[in-house]
């Protein structure tokens, strides 16, 4: 009979040795790993899972939606101001409903999971807490990912159809003008309503997401409430708009010396630039956005992103639950 039990425990846990078999307390307990990207992914996948019931992605999803698809619904101009039109308020919303799904979404992680006790049940497995984390945001960028896709490919189908509409109108009014004519006037259509410069602003926008994903994130360690977190993120995202502002009014009315420069590079890195990651108006404008400018804001939003994970990892080592 004790045999059988032995032979029955060694099948549940294999790390296990039956009794008489020697061996240190270090062989008795299976071995486990200080990092596991399986343990991440699981948590990433129970996070997004999570975050895709919540009725406040659907209704920022569907009114960013609806609002790039009225874009095209505007008054009759010229196809040049058309195009500017849809562009700016496309990205405008995309920029604006990301950011809110970036912070609203992060805001709930961890003091949800505390209310609902089930961070208890996650860390007791043993999960270590960089893990909850990274598997934590990890679900909120791939969250703001699908987000940014599937309205960057509807503001894509709204702009291809006005494109094509105009393409219509303009081949039907020119009908009689002269071949050459006509293909420099589709040229300039075709050229209005798309540039090279659309898919690396809507990259800057995800990046500018991911930042305030981060950063909220880090807030929310030492935040008592969901409520608080936004309430503090809502004052960063203002600071962070007006920061560049500020700075250029500072040292024009104070001495640039060192100490300023020092004061303004503090406050830089605890709230950042956030109009720096604004890119739309280039775009709209028709401004080429070179590679070094595309290249140093995402470095600068994936540096934002990185440390400030690193900060929430930090404190939250450091917390009481």
């Given at each position: 009979?004790?045999?059988?039990?032995?032979?029955?425990?060694?099948?549940?846990?294999?790390?296990?040795?039956?009794?008489?078999?020697?061996?240190?307390?270090?062989?008795?307990?299976?071995?486990?790993?200080?990092?596991?990207v399986?343990?991440?992914?699981?948590?990433?996948?129970n996070t997004l899972t999570e975050l895709t019931r919540l009725k406040v992605f659907y209704f920022l999803l569907v009114f960013a939606l609806l609002l790039i698809g009225s874009s095209m619904f505007m008054?009759?101009?010229?196809?040049?101001?058309?195009?500017?039109?849809?562009?700016?308020?496309?990205?405008?919303?995309m920029s604006i409903f990301t950011s809110l799904l970036a912070i609203v979404a992060t805001a709930r992680l961890i003091p949800q999971d505390i209310e609902d006790r089930t961070i208890y049940t996650i860390l007791a497995k043993p999960v270590p807490r960089l893990e909850y984390l990274l598997g934590k945001i990890a679900g909120v960028l791939l969250l703001l990912a699908i987000g940014t896709l599937v309205m960057g490919a509807v503001f894509f189908l709204v702009l291809y159809a006005r494109e094509q509409t105009l393409v219509h109108?303009?081949?039907?009014?020119?009908?009689?003008?002269?071949?050459?004519?006509?293909?420099e006037a589709l040229r300039a259509v075709r050229a209005s309503a798309f540039n090279s410069d659309i898919l690396p602003g809507i990259v800057i926008i995800y990046l500018k997401a991911c930042l305030l994903a981060a950063l909220t994130l880090f807030v929310s360690t030492f935040a008592t409430t969901?409520?608080?977190?936004?309430?503090?993120?809502?004052?960063?995202?203002?600071?962070?708009?007006?920061?560049?502002?500020?700075?250029?009014y500072w040292l024009q009315e104070h001495s640039s010396g060192w100490i300023s420069r020092v004061f303004l590079a503090v406050v830089a890195l605890i709230f950042p630039d956030?109009?720096?990651?604004?890119?739309?108006?280039?775009?709209?404008?028709?401004?080429?956005?070179?590679?070094?400018?595309?290249?140093?804001?995402?470095?600068?939003?994936v540096f934002y992103t990185t440390i400030y994970t690193l900060l929430a990892a930090f404190v939250f080592y450091g917390k009481e639950l």
């Open positions: 009979m004790t045999n059988d039990r032995n032979d029955l425990t060694l099948q549940r846990f294999p790390g296990r040795r039956s009794p008489g078999e020697g061996g240190n307390a270090s062989t008795l307990a299976k071995p486990y790993r200080a990092f596991s399986g343990r991440i992914g699981a948590i990433t996948v008054a009759q101009l010229t196809f040049q101001q058309e195009f500017q039109i849809l562009k700016d308020v496309s990205l405008g919303a109108v303009t081949m039907r009014q020119m009908a009689a003008a002269p071949r050459e004519q006509i293909d969901n409520i608080f977190t936004i309430v503090v993120m809502a004052f960063i995202y203002f600071i962070g708009h007006l920061q560049a502002i500020a700075r250029e956030l109009q720096a990651f604004n890119l739309v108006d280039d775009i709209v404008a028709g401004t080429a956005i070179s590679l070094g400018l595309f290249f140093k804001t995402a470095v600068l939003g």
